[in-house]
């Protein structure tokens, strides 16, 4: 509604969603996206743009000439993100009416670029874990932890039977009704209900791992309980993992957040280093994706992509330390190293040998 309701003046407000990370923002905006009436009230499509917290300067500016070459088949060479906003809303002043949607601001120069073109033609909807960077004027939407039925819903989704209500309870407060982490428990259900245990065994097992390795109840105000819950929630998945498959999902946690990850880059990496080839590859990634370990798992134009939830990664990343991400990210160098075409004359540093198809590398490998 706060979308599609007809302005009463020349600037529109942005819609701003806020709430903690794994709250489920960025999926209520791909949702929103989604809808009927969405579509009819903007013709001129979505532009989506994901940000992030360590995105800034040039990076920014990369990322409205992105939108601007989106809308009008050229590429701009904006050195300036506020001048490259600027144009963005004079190329969309012209068309028909289109929603911006900036996913995972961190900080008001991140949003800065995208508001310029606010009015009738231009609509902004933007995520955000800090409420204090919504403009004055802007419509603030809360997205707070589930309800107790909704949590109890996602923990029970799919199963043949429902789950004891002492043990439902438990599991919905234990996870703080956190929609990554009451994911996450989920998967965990099902896989331990795959190996052979009932569904209430499976959601007693879960409930174990859950409550020995974090607090039962988690105040969602308090950081270090947060990462708590994260914990034992986390572990309660990757337990379920045979030791040379986790040390695979470990790997991920050298890419960048906010950005789909190409699984020809990650099967590549994992043939060349470790023996895995394509198509064990692809099991491990839908065991992944079974488990609620991915945030997505996106398939298009004959490609997939994956990402990481960026609670999820940051805690990967916590969980393999400095010296074992140091490790991982030089394996996925030294894999890349064989992409150059090889009769040994191309030295090691020349990576712009890089073959052109190797879009990933090219923007991340710096």
């Given at each position: 509604?706060?979308?599609?309701?007809?302005?009463?003046?020349?600037?529109?407000?942005p819609?701003?969603l806020?709430?903690?990370?794994?709250?489920?923002?960025?999926?209520?905006a791909?949702?929103?996206?989604r809808?009927?009436?969405?579509?009819?009230?903007?013709?001129g499509?979505?532009?989506?743009?994901?940000?992030?917290?360590h995105?800034s300067g040039?990076?920014?500016?990369?990322?409205?000439?992105?939108?601007?070459?989106?809308?009008?088949?050229r590429?701009p060479?904006?050195?300036?993100?506020?001048?490259?906003?600027?144009k963005?809303a004079?190329?969309l002043?012209?068309?028909s009416?289109?929603?911006?949607?900036?996913?995972?601001?961190?900080?008001?120069?991140?949003?800065?670029?995208?508001?310029?073109?606010l009015?009738?033609?231009?609509?902004?909807?933007?995520?955000?874990?800090?409420?204090s960077?919504a403009?004055?004027?802007?419509?603030?939407?809360?997205?707070?932890?589930?309800?107790?039925?909704?949590?109890?819903?996602?923990?029970?989704?799919?199963?043949?039977?429902?789950?004891?209500?002492?043990?439902?309870?438990?599991?919905?407060?234990?996870?703080?009704?956190?929609?990554?982490?009451?994911?996450?428990?989920?998967?965990?259900?099902?896989?331990?209900?795959?190996?052979?245990?009932?569904v209430?065994?499976?959601?007693?097992?879960?409930?174990?791992?859950?409550e020995?390795?974090?607090?039962?109840?988690?105040?969602?105000?308090?950081?270090?309980?947060?990462r708590?819950?994260?914990?034992?929630?986390?572990?309660?998945?990757?337990?379920?993992?045979?030791?040379?498959?986790?040390?695979?999902?470990?790997?991920l946690?050298?890419?960048?957040?906010?950005?789909?990850?190409?699984?020809?880059?990650?099967?590549?990496?994992?043939?060349?280093?470790?023996?895995?080839?394509?198509?064990?590859g692809?099991?491990?990634?839908?065991?992944?994706?079974?488990?609620?370990?991915?945030a997505?798992?996106?398939?298009?134009?004959?490609?997939?992509?994956?990402?990481?939830?960026d609670?999820?990664?940051?805690?990967?990343?916590?969980?393999?330390?400095?010296?074992?991400?140091?490790?991982?990210?030089?394996?996925?160098?030294?894999?890349?190293?064989l992409?150059?075409?090889?009769?040994?004359?191309?030295?090691?540093?020349?990576?712009?040998?890089?073959?052109?198809?190797?879009?990933y590398?090219?923007?991340?490998?710096?």
């Amino acid at each position: 509604a706060a979308l599609t309701v007809e302005s009463a003046g020349p600037v529109v407000a942005p819609v701003i969603l806020v709430g903690t990370g794994g709250f489920g923002k960025t999926t209520l905006a791909v949702e929103i996206c989604r809808r009927r009436e969405v579509a009819e009230v903007f013709p001129g499509g979505v532009l989506w743009v994901s940000i992030g917290e360590h995105v800034s300067g040039p990076a920014i500016t990369d990322r409205v000439n992105d939108l601007c070459e989106a809308v009008a088949g050229r590429h701009p060479m904006f050195a300036d993100a506020e001048r490259a906003g600027l144009k963005l809303a004079e190329l969309l002043a012209s068309g028909s009416r289109t929603l911006i949607v900036v996913d995972d601001v961190w900080g008001p120069s991140q949003l800065r670029p995208f508001l310029f073109g606010l009015g009738e033609q231009v609509r902004v909807l933007a995520t955000t874990r800090d409420r204090s960077l919504a403009p004055p004027t802007a419509t603030v939407i809360v997205v707070d932890a589930m309800e107790p039925t909704e949590a109890r819903d996602v923990i029970e989704a799919g199963l043949t039977e429902p789950i004891k209500d002492e043990v439902a309870n438990r599991l919905v407060e234990g996870t703080g009704r956190w929609p990554v982490l009451l994911s996450l428990a989920h998967g965990a259900i099902r896989r331990a209900v795959n190996t052979g245990l009932s569904v209430q065994d499976a959601a007693e097992h879960v409930l174990h791992q859950l409550e020995s390795q974090g607090p039962l109840a988690f105040d969602m105000r308090r950081a270090e309980d947060r990462r708590d819950a994260v914990r034992a929630t986390m572990e309660a998945s990757l337990n379920l993992l045979e030791p040379n498959d986790l040390d695979r999902y470990l790997d991920l946690a050298v890419f960048p957040e906010d950005v789909d990850i190409p699984v020809r880059v990650l099967y590549a990496w994992w043939t060349s280093m470790h023996g895995v080839g394509a198509e064990a590859g692809e099991r491990l990634v839908e065991d992944f994706q079974r488990l609620s370990l991915l945030a997505m798992l996106r398939r298009a134009n004959g490609a997939t992509a994956l990402r990481l939830h960026d609670v999820i990664r940051d805690y990967i990343r916590h969980r393999c330390g400095e010296t074992e991400l140091k490790k991982r990210n030089q394996s996925l160098l030294d894999s890349a190293r064989l992409l150059f075409p090889g009769d040994g004359a191309v030295q090691p540093s020349e990576w712009w040998y890089l073959p052109r198809e190797q879009d990933y590398l090219w923007r991340n490998l710096s």
